[in-house]
């Protein structure tokens, strides 16, 4: 077991064995280090934000801004660290969903439903409580090195009750997947604001120009499913979220194919952003986001978590 690897096992166990309120404790005041350390992810967040709140937020209201998004990734940790120990009732009732009898009606229509998301809040608890809740849901994983941390992740995701699928590498490719199970009714979450392969679609977001994925716009224009853009957010006593849409996909005769899958991937982007404005502390995007490199304060990239739910 390399040192990646028991770091991450020791904190499931550590975190899950801890009274809550002493391991919040312990992540806040780390949360709070890293908010102070002027480079790597920090540096990256900041820069980040600073794109959402605009040049007039003073430098004062910035610094706070990090703090609290430094915080929230803090629990985003420690929350997913504890999510294997919950009950079912547990998971039920700490997370809610604005939008929920949307989803509760397409999965009873069995016409399944995409839904984009940024990488903000609690995706995880997203994740398990709607299959807590009894619906079917199927999404993607990154496939980082080393390959144990990357499968300790699954099985972890696996033992929350969704099915995951690695971006490559599968027995099948992961959209085709996608397709039959969004087809058989299920529900398919993809984080759609930053794109992993380079291949991305070019879209406007926050002023300036970045790519996202296309894989959420073409999973719904291909089967017809309903397609959402999630917010999410933290409140003192849950994880939040909340879903609009379905968004209007254009009409197959109006467009080639490309031209489609750009235009809803605009929409989407512009759900996500008015998301993200909403709620500027909980988006955990410490990583190069915009393609402008006057977007950023340093040309490096800073560590994603591994395996995270991803994108296609």
């Known amino acids: 077991m390399n040192l990646t690897e028991l770091g991450y096992v020791a904190g499931w166990r550590l975190v899950r064995a801890l009274p809550r309120p002493v ?5 806040r005041v780390g949360a709070d280090r890293a908010a102070r350390n002027p480079g790597g992810g920090t540096a990256r967040l900041r820069a980040n934000l600073r ?40 998971i039920l009732a700490g997370f809610r969903l604005d939008g929920a009898e949307k989803l509760a009606a397409d999965v009873a229509a069995r016409r399944g439903a995409v839904v984009a998301l940024p990488h903000a809040g609690n995706w995880d608890a997203a994740g398990a409580w709607v299959a807590a809740t009894g619906w079917p849901i199927t999404t993607v ?40 199970r969004v087809r058989a009714g299920a529900v398919v979450p993809l984080l759609a604001d930053r794109d992993l392969s380079a291949r991305g679609v070019e879209v406007d977001f926050f002023g300036g120009r970045t790519r996202m994925p296309a ?78 490199p006057r977007a950023t304060t340093d040309g490096g990239t800073a560590a994603a978590p591994p395996a995270t739910t991803g994108t296609i």
């Open 51 to 90: 794109r959402v709140v605009g040049p007039d937020v003073p430098e004062a209201e910035l610094d706070d801004l990090v703090r609290r998004g430094r915080r929230s990734y803090a629990r985003y940790w420690m929350e997913a660290f504890r999510l294997p120990a919950l009950s079912r009732a547990q």
């Open 23 to 27: 391991v919040a404790a312990a992540f």
């Open 141 to 180: 994983a990154e496939r980082l090195k080393p390959e144990s941390v990357f499968e300790r992740f699954v099985a972890f995701r696996e033992g929350l009750g969704m099915e995951i699928l690695p971006t490559h590498g599968g027995a099948r490719p992961a959209f085709d997947v996608l397709e039959d």
């Open 215 to 292: 894989g959420p716009a073409l999973l719904a224009i291909r089967t017809g499913a309903p397609l959402y853009v999630a917010s999410l957010w933290y409140e003192s006593d849950a994880a939040c979220a909340a879903i609009e849409g379905p968004l209007a996909l254009p009409d197959p005769d109006s467009a080639p194919l490309d031209e489609r899958v750009r235009l809803v991937t605009q929409r989407i982007a512009d759900g996500l952003a008015a998301g993200i404005a909403r709620h500027p502390e909980d988006w955990h995007m410490l990583q190069r986001m915009w393609l402008d």
